[in-house]
């Protein structure tokens, strides 16, 4: 379902034979740092229009809220089943405007490299990063670049900070939820972490596993303009749907009941899951979110969502329940009760 | 003159008993990462009043046009005299949106961790930063950590985007830069540089040389409060005086003549640079800009940095002049005339 990312489109800009490998000086603010922001970041965001001869983008907004985030991505290996940290960089920072009801808009770059890193696949990174935000419909509109020493960093590490547009009757946050809200996921989990740790470890699984991550601000765009009532949404990054559940339990100060068997999850990351002895729950998703919605709206957000992305099995998991305050519980698959604690310590770093 | 960062404020919220390093965990987005986060930056930015228990700030503005920049910061060392990592990636940013005019209005804050680093210095670098933010009249309002491996990062690296809004009338850009404009310095250059080396290699010189770091906010305010009609605002930092110079040289299309004796230096910077073999006019500022105004505006400006920075030594050192388009040419002290080019390689890495 992942749109290829098209690496193979205009070739590097920078002679390659001249700069193969990025140097400590093209952080250096000088003649190279320039010709490394004209030639490769000016190049492939060229159809964002960034203001690269000032040191701030100045944009026009008409009057309202704005939303404002910041991500740095870290994730190992740098390209994964799925996508690679450019993409992953513009859909992260994306999405979470998204799930503060922004219509996202302006995106930020900042690039910490290390040095000895291969220009070419900067480039790669660079023109994944301009696919995604054209995506999203966004622009990339201001940067940075900073170099590190060897061994001071790895690779490449990339912060994007988002700028997005908040409608005037939107109110979407933790402490809109309300007890009997359904608790809707779009779709099956764990995708993300398992594609990122099979790539990074080189297992090897029956079916490949590809990473979800995906934009998810025209699915957002879809529910705001259907009327439904959105009260909260999460996406289900760093620590899961375990981690998402928990952190809205927690601030809205109300329970959550989620049914173990309605947790959509594919066989392959069950199986990879079980033999690893990880609990999907808590594996990071990059294309995922939970939508808290009047219990009435639940199947109209269920059937927009499938409209959405068909195959993805979006479903109702839970209810909110005034009475578990701050707790999540799932009814299991074998009848039993269980609480889903905020996962401690992590299973596995850099996942994104 | 630098105002002196009380660290030893309140003490860390986060016992430090229990967690005297960061873990891979705090990075993980479950149970520690929320910890991290509420008992460090939330106590930290506390006068922010930080939105943390959502995806993004959401921001009330006035209608009217925003500035947006980004910044990560990865100075070696962490602390330096007369700053820190935190101060500086809150000046430095504050500075880039005033550079365009912007009032500085909101931050983020995104952190890349090294595994094992002391919870007590990311305390001490977190208090620094609100106290920078609390200077320029900003506000902290959004943020993310994460965690690399130990010899995958460098202690801490810091990202910092801000938003700022950008009054109706104001159109400071390197394309307003007219012929016969006067360039005027806001004091010394050299400092930030020269603190930062000799921190990192612990040279000692016979006086102790601070960094300039501080937020330009209010300095800029005042010029644009009294009316001057500035056309462009560039700060001095990575590549100095020189590639500033030269990047609104390139950018307007337009000559600059400088005056060698009219740059401000104070002796022991002098002197450093000439032990160490560095040019200072490439050497980083953190606190320092050029202005373009018209001639007949000079003087008042002058007259306004005095008031705002007294020690500081502003002057006009140069003019604008059209026949030698995008280059940088010197009058020097022994009467001589040098091109200015921009720095190609880097006097020395991370700087800021």
């Not at 603010?29 to 190049?43: C, D, N, Q, Y």
């Not at 809220?65 to 740095?72: I, M, P, V, W």
């Not at 405007?97 to 040095?115: C, N």
């Not at 109209?300 to 519980?329: H, N, Q, R, W, Y």
Request: aromatic letters at 6%; hydrophobic letters at 40%.
């Amino acid at each position: 379902m992942n749109k290829e990312i098209n690496y193979t489109g205009p070739s590097c800009p920078l002679p390659l034979d001249r700069y193969p490998k990025i140097t400590s000086a093209h952080g250096g603010g000088g003649r190279l740092t320039r010709e490394l922001v004209k030639k490769i970041f000016a190049e492939a965001f060229r159809e964002s229009n960034p203001e690269i001869e000032h040191d701030s983008a100045i944009l026009q907004l008409n009057k309202g809220r704005l939303a404002f985030t910041t991500d740095s991505y870290v994730v190992d290996p740098l390209f994964f089943p799925g996508g690679d940290i450019g993409k992953l960089a513009v859909c992260g920072t994306v999405n979470d405007l998204a799930m503060a009801g922004a219509k996202p808009m302006y995106l930020s770059v900042a690039m910490i490299i290390e040095e000895g890193f291969e220009t070419a696949l900067l480039w790669k990174i660079a023109l994944s990063m301009q696919s995604a935000a054209s995506e999203a419909n966004c622009r990339i509109v201001t940067g940075d670049t900073k170099t590190v020493q060897h061994g001071k960093g790895h690779g490449i590490y990339i912060n994007t900070s988002g700028v997005g547009l908040v409608p005037d009757s939107i109110e979407i946050h933790p402490s809109q939820v309300r007890a009997g809200d359904a608790v809707i996921i779009n779709g099956d989990i764990g995708r993300h972490g398992i594609a990122v740790l099979t790539a990074r470890e080189k297992l090897e699984f029956e079916d490949r596993i590809e990473s979800d991550c995906a934009s998810l601000s025209g699915t957002i765009e879809a529910l705001l303009d259907s009327g439904i009532e959105i009260h909260c949404l999460r996406d289900l990054t760093r620590g899961g749907l375990g981690a998402g559940l928990n952190e809205i339990a927690e601030s809205s100060g109300m329970g959550i009941v989620v049914e173990e068997n309605r947790i959509p999850i594919i066989p392959p990351i069950a199986g990879a899951c079980e033999i690893l002895g990880f609990d999907p729950i808590y594996i990071a998703n990059e294309g995922r979110f939970i939508c808290f919605v009047p219990k009435a709206s639940a199947e109209k957000t269920v059937a927009i969502l499938k409209e959405k992305s068909p195959f993805k099995d979006p479903a109702i998991i839970g209810t909110v329940d005034a009475k578990a305050g701050g707790m999540v519980i799932m009814n299991t698959a074998i009848g039993s009760r269980r609480v889903i604690d905020m996962p401690s310590g992590e299973q596995f770093p850099r996942i994104c």
